[in-house]
């Protein structure tokens, strides 16, 4: 399958060479759980998320941030393609910069959690365009309007594993996205010389302070429309493949 995808990259436009804390509140009324959950809600909501954006503004600018290959992404664009672009949840936080170096809007798929409500309004200041959903929740939907924002925008940003994994597992919803798009995915690595690792369900990765980090555009793919569900898992596990070599390989350019 991976060489039928080869075949449609080669006939398209040539790029110039997408712990619970039960126990701590075990025997606390439930009454008082919501109010403290509401209380918790409201204060990230509509007190945080300012101080949020400015503190993670103001921190982004500290790491030395290098583009490569965004060349055959830009000429696409350019050109009235679409593109998807595509990585891993634990490096979502190279997204920061993505918005102000394309230049133009790029919408993203964000859980309709209440958690997801916070990350919404903080990437939404930062210039990605939230579109609410999940794979669980108004999945359906917020598909049709990434689908329709790719008309006017032509550019999409899909965390591949997120919202809550298996970590580095490509789910479904890229392929058909890119299907019902039309539209080109293009892997997108990003690599740091030095971060901290977060013990989440991702290892979330965040750079450290005046350091360096690259955001690299893989070769674009093309999905073929017409994908038998045997073909269709083929792509999926070609593109997964494609996404944990690149980021080995980029990575071993620090860790060497």
Excluded at 38 to 44: G, T
Excluded at 115 to 125: E, K, M, Q, S
Aim: glycine letters at 8%; a positive charge.
């Amino acid at each position: 399958m991976c060489t039928r995808i080869a075949d449609q990259q080669k006939r398209s436009v040539d790029l110039n060479n997408s712990t619970p804390l039960g126990n701590k509140h075990e025997h606390m009324p439930r009454g008082n759980m919501k109010f403290r959950k509401e209380i918790k809600y409201y204060v990230l909501k509509y007190l945080i998320k300012y101080p949020a954006y400015f503190l993670l503004n103001l921190y982004a600018n500290t790491v030395n941030v290098t583009l490569e290959n965004e060349e055959g992404v830009t000429n696409y664009l350019n050109e009235g393609g679409r593109v998807i672009l595509a990585s891993w949840h634990q490096r979502f936080f190279g997204g920061f910069y993505l918005p102000r170096m394309f230049n133009r809007p790029i919408s993203i798929m964000i859980s309709k959690s209440r958690d997801g409500d916070f990350i919404a309004d903080v990437v939404g200041r930062i210039g990605w365009r939230p579109v609410r959903g999940s794979g669980s929740r108004g999945g359906k939907k917020a598909l049709k309007i990434l689908i329709e924002d790719m008309k006017n925008y032509q550019l999409v940003g899909h965390i591949v594993d997120g919202p809550t994994g298996p970590p580095r597992v490509i789910k479904p919803g890229l392929i058909s996205l890119a299907q019902h798009a039309h539209a080109a995915v293009c892997p997108t690595f990003v690599h740091y010389e030095r971060s901290w690792t977060f013990n989440s369900w991702d290892r979330f990765m965040v750079p450290k302070p005046f350091s360096s980090a690259v955001i690299r555009f893989g070769q674009l793919v093309f999905i073929p429309s017409d994908l038998g569900s045997d073909e269709f898992e083929n792509v999926r596990l070609c593109i997964e493949q494609g996404f944990v070599k690149g980021y080995e390989a980029g990575d071993r350019r620090w860790s060497a």
